[in-house]
């Protein structure tokens, strides 16, 4: 269940980064911020805490099926990105 939980966490991380300024999806993720609203966007690659739900639930339900687990699994997920996005930004604030 850890490892699980790490993996989504990381995967949805990845998936995030890719969006960044100088990544690949930079100019996909700038047109979409123009023609979706945030509550959409967010979910959708703007916000790896909100991510962790989505994909992480679609991630799970691919690699064990639909159990009684898997909230705790993406809840868990979400918990450890939004440990590294708050580390992140405090990393920032700090330079």
Do not use: R
């Not at 979706?36 to 962790?52: A, D, H, N, Q, R």
């Not at 099926?65 to 993406?74: A, D, N």
């Amino acid at each position: 269940m850890i490892e699980l939980t790490i993996l989504i966490a990381f995967a949805v991380l990845f998936i995030n980064a890719t969006t960044w300024e100088g990544m690949i999806f930079e100019d996909v993720a700038n047109w979409l911020d123009t023609k979706l609203p945030e509550w959409v966007s967010k979910p959708l690659y703007g916000c790896p805490i909100c991510m962790s739900f989505w994909y992480g639930s679609l991630f799970y339900i691919i690699y064990e099926g639909v159990e009684k687990e898997m909230l705790i699994v993406v809840f868990a997920a979400a918990g450890v990105n939004a440990a590294i996005v708050n580390m992140n930004k405090h990393l920032k604030d700090d330079e």
